[in-house]
């Protein structure tokens, strides 16, 4: 394509720091690293560049964004008030992969919130995403720097194959550190409630509050459990090969008849990959550390790197039914779906 060399890539100096800032709040979007996964910026004063974000993603426009503030940041007006919960959150969460949904304040535009009179709000700890958010000085507004529906970008290259065409920069800097994205928990009801799974558990939120939050599985049970968050739709975070979860058992009695990419972690699945690879040439295996930290790391360039190979499928490692495992197994099961 030749309009992929559209977008300007540019390392995260201090001065394209400042250009991207002021990019920003000349309406302009820019897309950043985060510690979760790059997100497509503009700041939430520039409704114009809020609506670009929906048409560059091909998002739907009544589904919320997330807006990023850096740490410190003075949230009188853009949240209607910061309550003791709020605030034992931020002190033990931020900067960090927690995003809160709270009653929106009167300065933060319907345009954020798709509507709604809360806000998702969070404050990165990514090095470059901290100090652009210093100097733009307003929150921006950033969700994941993909196309509506495909795998969140964790490179600066995979923002450039999803955006590259159609966004001005993109900004690079070290690999996002959790590579899955944030832990959304809303505070608009009594009882915390996570509606999206992430790096920060329940346990660990309900470890700060001293009470019990509604995990992400009954959050899900509930009927007409949130719609607007666009995480939520069943089909989510997709590559283009098919993506089956399998156990090494289920392994056992797999026959491949295409090129597979296999996923694993545990011994007993990886062996059981390479006698699949022994008898099948089309089958190419990606060894991950046993570890959940360490998969959701990795995951989402997994997934893209099984396009990059051509592969028709790719067979990943069923996780543990451990809670340190839910963010990866739900990611998984959306890629799936
Ligand atoms: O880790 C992350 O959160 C990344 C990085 C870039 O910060 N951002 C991200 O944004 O994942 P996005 O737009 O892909 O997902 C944001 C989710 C959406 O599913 C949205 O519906 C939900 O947050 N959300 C935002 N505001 C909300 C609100 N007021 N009520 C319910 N859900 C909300
Ligand atoms: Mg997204």
């Known amino acids: 394509d030749p309009h992929l ?17 002021k990019a920003l709040l000349q309406g302009q979007l820019v897309a950043f690293p985060t510690e979760t996964v790059f997100g497509l910026g503009a700041a939430v004063t520039e409704l114009p560049a809020i609506h670009e974000i929906f048409k560059a993603k091909g998002r739907p426009s009544e ?29 033990a969460f931020w900067p960090g992969p927690l995003t809160l949904v709270v009653p929106k304040g009167e300065r933060m535009p319907l345009e954020v919130t798709g509507g709604q ?57 070290e690999v996002p550190e959790v590579g899955i994205e944030s832990t959304i928990v809303s505070l608009l009801n009594d009882q915390p409630a996570i509606l999206r799974p992430g790096a920060i558990t329940a346990a660990q939120i309900e470890a700060v509050l001293g009470v019990q939050v509604k995990t992400h599985s009954e959050v899900s049970k509930t009927p007409n459990a949130n719609p607007r968050v666009s995480g939520a739709l069943e089909k989510h975070y997709s590559p283009d090969a098919k993506v089956l979860i399998l156990s090494a058992s289920d ?9 597979t990419l296999c996923v694993g972690w545990s011994d007993e699945f990886l062996t059981q990959a390479n006698t699949l690879r022994e008898l099948n040439a089309d089958v190419q295996i990606e060894a991950l550390n046993n570890n959940a930290a360490e998969v959701a790391k ?26 340190d495992w839910e963010a990866v197994s739900d990611r998984l099961k959306r890629a799936a779906a």
């Not at 807006?67 to 002190?91: C, F, S």
């Not at 392994?251 to 090129?259: C, G, M, P, R, T």
Request: aromatic share 6%; net charge positive.
């Open 5 to 21: 060399s559209y977008a300007e890539l540019m390392p995260a100096t201090l001065a394209n720091i400042q250009r991207g800032a």
């Open 63 to 91: 589904h919320p964004l997330i807006a990023h503030i850096a740490p410190g940041a003075d949230l009188t007006g853009w949240v209607d008030r910061v309550t003791p919960t709020m605030q034992k959150l931020i002190d």
């Open 117 to 173: 009179n809360s806000v998702g709000i969070r404050c990165p700890s990514h090095p470059v995403a901290m100090s652009l958010l210093k100097a733009v000085g307003v929150p921006v507004a950033a969700p994941s720097a993909n196309r509506f529906g495909r795998v969140s970008p964790t490179r600066a290259a995979h923002v450039v194959a999803e955006l590259g065409n159609r966004i001005p920069y993109i900004l690079d800097g």
């Open 251 to 259: 392994l056992i009695h797999w026959s491949v008849n295409q090129k």
């Open 298 to 323: 990795a995951l989402y360039a997994t997934l893209r790197q099984a396009d990059e190979l051509a592969c028709k499928q790719i067979l990943f490692e069923k996780p543990a039914s451990h809670t």
